[in-house]
């Protein structure tokens, strides 16, 4: 069993910028893949970045690339995204999620574990 709570989110301007977290607690935490997911209002959840304990392995969605960030401190077991240069567009609620595997994957349904959810918000 893996616990997931993000926190970070809120109100910013476009072309701000945002830090959302992930903590995670549980057992061999370190065996998991940790993905953050979005969804906006009337959208289905999609795939934004993703990190594996170890290693260098990472992935993201093609329309962050080069503007987000994700990053893990695995001494706090937590993963965070940073984010910048945001667009209203990416209003949304953020999602982390965990999956038992050493590789990144984009595929929500292969991702167990799930946070509750962190909303945010970008202003035009």
């Known amino acids: 069993q893996v616990q997931l709570v993000e926190s970070g989110g809120g109100l910013v301007q476009a072309g701000g910028s945002l830090r959302l977290s992930c903590a995670a607690s549980g057992s061999s935490v370190g065996r998991y893949t940790v993905g953050w997911f979005r969804q906006a209002p009337g959208k289905e959840r999609e795939f934004v970045a993703a990190?594996?304990?170890?290693?260098?392995?990472?992935r993201y969605a093609d329309s962050v690339k080069g503007r987000l960030t994700i990053s893990r401190d695995n001494a706090k077991n937590t993963v965070y995204l940073q984010m910048n240069n945001l667009n209203p567009e990416e209003t949304a609620v953020y999602y982390c999620?965990?999956?038992?595997?050493?590789?990144?994957?984009?595929?929500?349904?292969?991702?167990?574990?799930w946070g509750q959810g962190t909303r945010v918000t970008v202003s035009s």
């Open positions: 990190i594996t304990w170890f290693g260098p392995g990472s």
């Open positions: 999620a965990a999956r038992a595997a050493a590789t990144t994957s984009t595929n929500n349904s292969e991702y167990t574990y």
